[in-house]
């Protein structure tokens, strides 16, 4: 079946520090990828999604690239703010057959705090 | 867009009381799911529906657990009789019918029971 695996947290880092969060999957086929982002005490946002191979998801300066070849959709920002600390996901999406009956499968999520 | 919206945002209620947490999707959205989230267990699929239909219910955990989506605008999801092990944070989304635009979360419900 399809899974997600990202790499377990928590990531601690100081502010304006290199971030990347691992994130591959395995899936048949060409699954839509995403992040989401989960701020304390809200629910997850969309962050970022790529739909096929190659393609680059960017938002908020953080960054991810979908790679068919070694499975991957690692999350990445230059600089981190105070202001990213959060839960991120990284999920798939995959379809059932040809109708709408696809859903996301979700990572168990990395917890990132970033201190000043 | 009001978003995917969720209520109550927080239920207390003691052992044996029946709960409905309610959601009303987005419009023009087709499918709909109900997420639980824990420390213990993170995010679970409880059900999902498409065009108001369930298609999946195996991460309901038990027979106390029960969903419901009469219409295109309007869920429920109701546990009776609730058990301090189903305090969790209980999530609705919903999503187009287009591939690769992800779901769109609500705030969430903070259900306690003590």
């Known amino acids: 079946g399809n899974s997600v695996t990202q790499m377990e947290g928590p990531v601690t880092l100081s502010e304006e520090a290199f971030l990347t969060i691992n994130c591959t999957y395995t899936a048949t086929g060409y699954p839509s990828l995403f992040w989401y982002v989960q701020y304390p005490g809200e629910g997850l946002q969309l962050l970022l999604k790529a739909t096929k191979a190659d393609d680059k998801g960017s938002n908020k300066g953080f960054e991810a690239t979908y790679r068919k070849e070694t499975t991957s959709f690692h999350l990445e920002k230059g600089s981190v703010q105070v202001s990213d600390s959060a839960v991120y996901f990284c999920a798939l999406e995959k379809g059932a057959g040809g109708g709408s009956n696809y859903k996301l499968t979700f990572g168990k999520g990395t917890l990132l705090t970033v201190n000043p | ?114």
């Open chain 2, 1 to 114: 867009d009001a978003g995917v919206i969720q209520s109550p945002r927080h239920e207390v209620t003691e052992m044996g009381q029946e709960v409905t947490l309610r959601c009303k999707p987005i419009s023009g959205h087709n499918s709909l799911f109900w997420y639980r989230q824990t420390m213990m267990r993170g995010l679970e699929l409880l059900i999902y529906f498409n065009n108001n239909v369930p298609i999946d219910d195996s991460g309901m955990p038990e027979d106390r657990f029960s969903a419901k989506m009469p219409n295109a605008s309007f869920s429920t999801l109701k546990i009776q009789p609730s058990e301090p092990r189903d305090s969790a944070v209980y999530f609705c989304a919903s999503r187009p019918s287009s591939r690769g635009r992800g779901y769109t979360f609500g705030s969430g419900t903070r259900l306690t029971v003590v």
